[in-house]
């Protein structure tokens, strides 16, 4: 273990990069009620430890702090502007007003209690430089709380999350470590970033949205600009031999308006609404309380994710995340019932309405179902639901309550839909004239033959 790290450091620092040809950056710095001397030690590590004509300015945003003298101080400093807000904004609202005013080509966020270390941003520039869709951070050192001494971490993590939508950091695979030891300098690709430190192309991050300007104080921007630049064509990448320490602190050493749970799940669902389709459910499953927040309108954002053509959350998880296990409690399948060409749709009804067949169009919207592990037959908050108990009822669609009236059992072999309760079954006999009824079970019937095209969830 020790000579790989020797040999490691080894590498990095011989590393060289042509600096001549990399553009300068603006660094952005957010804070609120930092303490000065944090504040302080993060600005003159980027000017100390950068080659002096790649910073081309360091941006302090200060967001609203109750005294405005802490950086009008650092006003004084070199290259230092400060941007102060008139109103407390958070830190997403914060880093764009700092983007906005932005000079160089090329974008640096971090926190405001950092300690840049040695040929820490040559590595990232050049990455991005050479190819502008790349976000690439630091490996994150530690700054100790207690002592503030600068404490090496590890380079073979990574950033993932769990279903509650929360940022970890997680050991590569075995076989990637393995892939590695060639050569450890190499950018690791993650599925997050933790979010305060990193570099990306000015141009690039106003095309892609910058922020969401509804999200408010702190939490929930990382995820929702992480899976942002993945589905919309980019990539996040850790680049070993840029290191930055960040001091990690036990809790938030300033007010929440509005209460830090409760921002943090709006934050969060509004990340899981526009970028994460039918999985998030499994946040929700995950986190129930998190349904009660309301989370604002999030139109923008949706249009801007259309506009840009951004792949879908399933793309996601298999192209950049296939470590994420997708749980079985809940939702085990989810795709089309279709009988030969006809799928069951929803024919755009909502609440209480019929569903009915309708040609089978294999990109999902009306089209989708998913089977939970209690029975229900779902689209989004939606259950199929008997409408009566006599036969010929109308199936229709209620808010998913897993009364008995919206429990069916799995399709059997011979293709029926058979009622947990009662002896009634899945038919499309009258599907131009009633939609889906339920009809007395009769294996021999074409029209109580159900086929579900899944992709099941739990392999994909
Ligand atoms: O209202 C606010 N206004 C601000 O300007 C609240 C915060 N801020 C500033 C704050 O002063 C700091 O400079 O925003 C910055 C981030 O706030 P922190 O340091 O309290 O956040 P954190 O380090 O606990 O949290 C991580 O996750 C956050 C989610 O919103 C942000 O993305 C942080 O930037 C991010 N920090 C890192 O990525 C550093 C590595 C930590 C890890 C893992
Ligand atoms: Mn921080």
């Not at 990399?22 to 003159?44: D, G, Q, Y």
């Not at 408010?216 to 070993?240: A, K």
Request: with cysteine.
């Amino acid at each position: 273990m020790f000579s790989f790290i020797l040999h490691f450091i080894y590498r990095c620092r011989r590393k060289t990069w042509e600096i001549e040809d990399l553009p300068p950056t603006s660094v952005i710095i957010t804070f609120h009620n930092e303490a000065r001397s944090s504040l302080l030690r993060t600005v003159v590590s980027v000017l100390n430890r950068s080659p002096e004509h790649l910073i081309k300015e360091i941006i302090l945003v200060d967001d609203f702090s109750d005294n405005p003298q802490d950086g009008e101080e650092l006003a004084k400093i070199q290259k230092v502007r400060v941007l102060r807000n008139d109103k407390r904004e958070g830190l997403m609202r914060s880093r764009v007003k700092g983007a906005d005013a932005a000079r160089a080509t090329v974008l640096t966020f971090l926190d405001s209690h950092c300690e840049c270390n040695v040929n820490w941003l040559e590595p990232l520039l050049e990455r991005v430089e050479k190819d502008p869709t790349r976000v690439v951070c630091p490996v994150i050192d530690v700054i100790s709380m207690d002592t503030f001494q600068y404490i090496g971490a590890s380079a073979d993590l990574r950033g993932g999350f769990d279903w509650n939508l929360v940022f970890k950091w997680e050991y590569l695979s075995y076989a990637e470590r393995e892939s590695r030891q060639r050569d450890p300098t190499q950018a690791i690709r993650t599925p997050m970033i933790a979010g305060g430190l990193f570099v990306i192309n000015k141009k690039y991050f106003d095309k892609l949205g910058k922020y969401d300007m509804q999200m408010d104080v702190w939490g929930g921007e990382n995820l929702e600009i992480s899976f942002r630049v993945w589905q919309c064509g980019g990539s996040l990448e850790i680049i070993p031999c840029s290191r930055v320490g960040h001091v990690f602190r036990k809790r938030h050493p300033y007010s929440f308006p509005g209460g830090s749970g409760n921002v943090f799940a709006k934050n969060t669902r509004r990340a899981a609404e526009v970028w994460m389709d039918d999985y998030k459910h499994f946040y929700y499953s995950s986190v129930p309380l998190a349904k009660n927040i309301p989370f604002g309108d999030i139109s923008e954002r949706v249009k801007l994710r259309n506009d840009l053509h951004c792949k879908s959350f399933k793309w996601y998880l298999q192209n950049v995340y296939p470590e994420l296990s997708i749980p079985h409690s809940t939702t085990s399948h989810i795709g089309e019932l279709r009988q030969g060409i006809f799928c069951l749709d929803t024919m755009g009804h909502l609440l209480d309405g019929y569903v009915a067949l309708y040609q089978c169009h294999h990109t999902g919207g009306n089209q989708e179902w998913s089977f939970t592990n209690t029975g229900l037959i779902k689209h989004h908050d939606l259950c199929l639901t008997l409408s009566s108990h006599m036969k010929g009822a109308q199936v229709v669609m209620r808010i998913c309550d897993g009364s008995d009236s919206q429990k069916w059992h799995r399709i059997e072999p011979g293709g029926l839909l058979r009622h947990s309760r009662y002896p009634l079954c899945l038919d499309s006999r009258l599907t131009n004239i009633r939609g889906i009824t339920a009809e007395r079970c009769n294996s021999a019937s074409d029209t109580q033959k159900w086929q579900l095209t899944s992709s099941s969830l739990s392999s994909a």
